[in-house]
């Protein structure tokens, strides 16, 4: 009889022991779980906040847009539902861009370069933007005291100067890196980053869907004709849209890399 006490319990130990084991297997060597990614979101709280708001306000008034735009009677409301949109979005883009240029000197300069293929296709990309965003320009400045005209012109002018702002702050930050232990906890300009990485996406979503219909572009249509805009919107927007896809591409690198800690 007294050679059975205490099995029971070294056998759970043993259990112990074995689910131990395994359980250390599936860590590397810092201790990590394979399988897991882990990603750092310090320092992005409030540009994540802010980004995602814009998508899903974005996501929110394109599936109004599909319910509405074969209406009629409502297709005026569906102009300034859509053109509202974009210019909010357009407007924070270009404050936040603003305040990026006073963040992104704050980290150091790295010796790496960009690849030279994100850079041409960045500046070839850019150039449809231009062309779209001065041509819509040209429509809007046509009759001042028309309010649709005026946020026509207004869309186009911000479309333009958000474009230019962003192509300088992503060729800066492309270029920087954290070194010092100040850089590494405050990571400054990641907010930024964040936050024109989701508004990036949201016009990528809008343009794609929204933008080349005729309920957003009936000025131009009226202006320059089906066939003359038809050509134009054709070359300039499949531009516009890849590029919306590849700086989102670009800012994702630059939130991965430009960040990246020793820890990581």
Known sequence: ???NVGKEKLKKLGHLAKA????????????VRKGY??????SASKGLF????????????????????????????????????QTIILSLSVIVSVIG?????????????????????????????????????????????????LATFCLHALLLIQVSLQDMLVAEASRRTCTS????????GRQVITFLLFSNITLWILDTFMTHTSVTQQFQYGFYGVLAWGI???????????????????????????YRTKAD
């Open 101 to 149: 240029f006073l963040q992104i000197p704050k980290l150091s300069v790295s010796t790496s370069k960009p690849l030279d293929l994100d850079r041409l296709l960045l500046s070839s990309t850019i150039v449809g933007v231009y062309i779209f965003a001065v041509f819509g320009m040209i429509v809007g400045g046509v009759k001042w005291e028309e309010s649709e005209y």
């Open 37 to 42: 990614w882990k990603v750092d979101c310090r």
């Open 181 to 188: 232990r100040y850089q590494m906890l405050t990571k400054p």
């Open 20 to 31: 131990a084991m395994e359980d250390s297997a599936t860590l590397d060597k810092r201790g």
């Open 1 to 3: 009889m007294w050679c």
């Open 50 to 85: 802010l980004g995602l708001l814009c998508l899903v306000g974005g996501i929110v008034i394109l599936i109004i847009f599909f319910v509405m735009k074969e209406q009629e009677e409502f297709k005026t409301k569906m102009f300034w539902i859509c053109n509202g949109t």
């Open 232 to 258: 134009i919107s054709r070359i300039s927007l499949p531009l516009l849209i890849l590029y919306r896809f590849h700086s989102a591409v670009i800012l994702v690198e630059i939130w991965k890399n430009t």
